[in-house]
T-cell receptor
Framework: DQQVKQNSPSLSVQEGRISILNCDYT??????FLWYKKYPAEGPTFLIS?????DKNEDGRFTVFLNKSAKHLSLHIVPSQPGDSAVYFC???????????FGTGTRLKVLA | KAGVTQTPRYLIKTRGQQVTLSCSPI?????VSWYQQTPGQGLQFLFE???????NKGNFPGRFSGRQFSNSRSEMNVSTLELGDSALYLC????????????FGPGTRLTVL
């Protein structure tokens, strides 16, 4: 049972445009969410987080939106840069469980 | 501040052997989690430790075990290796688990022949 889903395995975007990566979850107990970027043969790099008491969090070019009623979160990257090309993972946790559930990732390719 | 370090970075073993991987968290971080990543899969949670106590364990066979020391360093052990254990093993640390970001190490690439 995949509780966190990233339904788009890949996404291509032109440099300078917006990249939108999506993530859906099924467990309504999840109350903290993370986004990571990962290059091959490296550990994931933390990008941005959001708690369930918020619906938006922004950090530079990265903004995460949370829609609790739809059990959906999205990561917006504006403007997209070639260096953003990587695999992006969302992760979710319910307080007291001490574990993050990760999605299977979306490979973003930013075209110069 | 130094990041999460994992040793060794690469490891080749044969079926039936056992292996121990090490993780040193960021200074001051007390929560350490382990994940397995295989091709085509996301990160699969193995276990989480805090103050030498395992607080949660993922859906893996008993061949996978771990521990945490008083300095927060952690080890994981896989006994009786199988071909399917070939993966990137990632360690992540955080100050405390809840409502905190996890910071990952570079991983240990284990190949089982």
């Amino acid at each position: 049972d995949q509780q966190v889903k990233q339904n788009s395995p890949s996404l291509s975007v032109q440099e300078g445009r917006i990249s939108i990566l999506n993530c859906d979850y099924t467990n309504s107990m999840f109350d903290y969410f993370l986004w990571y970027k990962k290059y091959p043969a490296e550990g994931p790099t933390f990008l941005i987080s959001i708690s369930s008491i918020k619906d938006k969090n922004e950090d530079g070019r990265f903004t995460v939106f949370l829609n609790k009623s739809a059990k959906h979160l999205s990561l917006h990257i504006v403007p997209s840069q070639p260096g953003d090309s990587a695999v992006y993972f969302c992760a979710a946790s319910a307080s007291g469980t001490y574990k993050y559930i990760f999605g299977t990732g979306t490979r973003l390719k930013v075209l110069a | 501040k130094a990041g999460v370090t994992q040793t060794p970075r690469y490891l080749i073993k044969t079926r039936g052997q056992q292996v121990t991987l090490s993780c040193s968290p960021i200074s001051g971080h007390r929560s350490v989690s382990w994940y397995q990543q295989t091709p085509g899969q996301g990160l699969q949670f193995l276990f989480e430790y805090f103050s030498e106590t395992q607080r949660n364990k993922g859906n893996f066979p008993g061949r996978f075990s771990g521990r945490q020391f008083s300095n927060s360093r952690s080890e994981m052990n896989v006994s009786t290796l199988e071909l399917g254990d070939s993966a990137l093993y990632l360690c992540a640390s955080s100050l405390e688990f809840s409502y905190n970001e996890q910071f990952f190490g570079p991983g240990t690439r284990l190949t089982v022949l």
